[in-house]
């Protein structure tokens, strides 16, 4: 989305944000955008490229866009349980924040499967990250969250959507 077209959505009052949910396979993205849309999660099949999906919350309409495990691009739904890959987050993490395009994008990280026993807590993960050490002008939250369950979601998606909205739009 460029400039003149945020410019333009602003002038209309539109309210409108778009987020890239990236993470490792098998990290509960596609799941955590159904749960948060209200729909059915007892069927998901493995997403193979990317799936787009229209989600309103708190009036805002979003467009999120679900991508799995592709070299190059972030992963940001972490699996809290699969402590083996978390420096393969680590290592994309690093990667998405060189990238020019996404500075000054906030960071939700969904540490996805807490419900799950084992799993690192969002502040283990956030060490294992290296979270304190990124860039200070960045805006970013670790949540603890499950996708089953729902838990930590709307939490989540609480901060993201005041953190966007208090630097773009103007709140009613």
């Known amino acids: ?47 193979l490229s990317f799936n787009i999906k229209t989600i309103t919350y708190q009036n805002l309409k979003t467009s999120a866009k679900c ?18 890959r978390l420096d393969d987050c680590k290592m994309e993490l690093d990667n998405l924040l060189k990238e020019e395009r996404l500075s000054g994008a906030s960071l939700l990280i969904l540490a996805n499967k807490q419900d799950i026993k084992g799993a690192l807590t969002p502040e283990e993960i956030a060490k294992v990250l290296k979270l304190e050490a990124m860039d200070k002008t960045r805006h970013w939250q670790i949540v ?27 709140l009613d």
């Open 1 to 47: 989305m460029g400039l003149l077209s945020i410019i333009r959505k602003i002038k209309r009052k539109e309210k409108e944000m778009r987020i890239l949910m990236v993470g490792l396979d098998n990290s509960g993205k596609t799941t955590i955008v159904l749960k948060i849309n209200g729909e059915d999660t007892s069927v998901i099949s493995p997403t």
């Open 67 to 84: 991508m799995e495990m592709i070299f190059n691009f972030v992963r940001r739904v972490v699996d809290s349980s699969d402590l083996r």
């Open 144 to 170: 603890g969250c499950s996708a089953n369950t729902g838990e930590g979601l709307l939490e989540g998606f609480d901060w993201l959507v005041q953190d966007v909205a208090s630097r773009i739009y103007v």
